[in-house]
């Protein structure tokens, strides 16, 4: 399989002061499932907004395709239609990406703004609501919406344009059971559909669901491994510390006992 997305020595700074990665390399191939893993600050979002050109690294540099996108090449008209076109962002926080009087008018607004004419426009609209199972919210604003509706919403207003690489932040955040259900499934049936699959997350359940390829960043905002999510979620050294799980001492009867936990993983009793 072909590099879709190479990252080759990022590192990155906010405000050219506070650390955010740090040299982080990896590549990601076409029509993959790839997780970024890491505790809360490690530099997930970072690292996924830099995938898709929303900043660019202090140093380093980033592949789409085997093109190097950065600020200077995307001054290429050519070059940031292909880019573009190709890489798909679903924030943590779906009221960021709704901003349309209706759920349609979200659905519409990308391929509108691609040039596609208004049947296109309208058709895949139609596939995005039937597969996200939307269609009755069609004329509903955002903030008549649940927070797993508006982030099906989001997700469609990414869908209809139909990119190649799709990158989550936290898709599972915040929502409940049966929507995170819905989610894992919806993952798995756009991966069939040939896409490639980027998360990043915390909750290695996730993980563990998707069977992706899997990167770990530390507190250090460095790249501590890659591996398959089967190598890195049985890995409990490599888990504490980059404290995505934790440890702890407890009692049963009259002896303590160490524990190790995460959410979901490891709390054996
Ligand atoms: N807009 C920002 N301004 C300043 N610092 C930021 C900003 N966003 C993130 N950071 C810092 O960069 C580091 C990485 O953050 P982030 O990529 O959001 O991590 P994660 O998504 O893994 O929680 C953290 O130390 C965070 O405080
Ligand atoms: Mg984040």
Redesign the pocket.
């Known amino acids: 399989m072909e590099n879709i997305i190479k990252i080759e020595n990022v590192s990155?700074k906010?405000?050219d002061k506070?650390?955010?990665?740090e040299d982080v390399s990896l590549s990601i191939k076409e029509g993959e499932k790839f997780a970024?893993i890491?505790?809360?600050?490690?530099?997930?979002?970072?690292?996924?907004?830099i995938m898709n050109g929303l900043i660019y690294p202090s140093s380093g540099s980033v592949f789409f395709r085997d093109k190097e996108v950065s600020e200077k090449t995307l001054k290429d008209k050519g070059l940031l239609k292909f880019f573009r076109e190709g890489v798909g962002y679903i924030f943590?926080d779906s009221d960021i990406q709704l901003f349309c009087p209706t759920v349609l008018d979200e659905l519409l607004y990308g391929p509108m703004q691609l040039g596609l004419n208004e049947n296109e426009a309208m058709d895949r609209a139609h596939e995005a609501m039937q597969m996200l199972h939307i269609e009755n919210l069609k004329d509903r604003p955002s903030y008549m919406l649940s927070g797993g509706e508006k982030k099906r919403t989001a997700i469609g207003s990414v869908l209809t344009m139909n990119p190649d690489v799709l990158l989550f932040?936290?898709p599972t955040n915040g929502l409940d059971p049966r929507t995170q259900c819905f989610l894992v499934e919806l993952l798995f049936a756009l991966s069939e559909a040939g896409k490639t699959i980027v998360i990043?997350t915390?909750d290695l359940s996730l993980v563990d669901e998707l069977h992706c390829r899997v990167a770990v960043?530390s507190e250090g905002?460095r790249l501590e491994k890659t591996g398959s999510a089967e190598d890195i979620l049985k890995d409990e050294e490599l888990l504490l510390k980059v404290n995505l799980v934790h440890e702890h001492m407890h009692c049963h009867g009259p002896s303590a006992h160490r524990h190790i936990h995460s959410h979901y993983l490891f709390h054996k009793h």
């Open positions: 990155y906010y405000y506070i650390p955010a990665l970024v890491g505790a809360n600050g490690s530099g997930k979002s970072t690292l996924l907004q943590q932040d936290e990043a915390h960043l905002h």
